[in-house]
């Protein structure tokens, strides 16, 4: 992945995660990548992948389950206008 100097690398994973939340490929109750699989993934440092999971659950996005890993969290569904 090409990183964009100004903005945080945390961020920029963490938007391609959500994306891959919003776009079905990790549909509600499915585990994310862990810390290690974000790592190698975006080779990225502990620090940062940690940040990422901590950003996103933060976000309502994911929740943890400790001893078996991250998992997208259940969506309400918006009432139609």
Known sequence: MQFVPDIPRWRQVAEVIRGRIDDGTYPPRTRVPSVMQ?????????ATAQKVLAGLRKEGLIYTEPGLGSFVAERPVEPER
Request: aromatic share 12%; proline share 0%; hydrophobic share 65%.
């Open 38 to 46: 974000i790592i190698a993934e975006f080779g990225i440092a502990t």
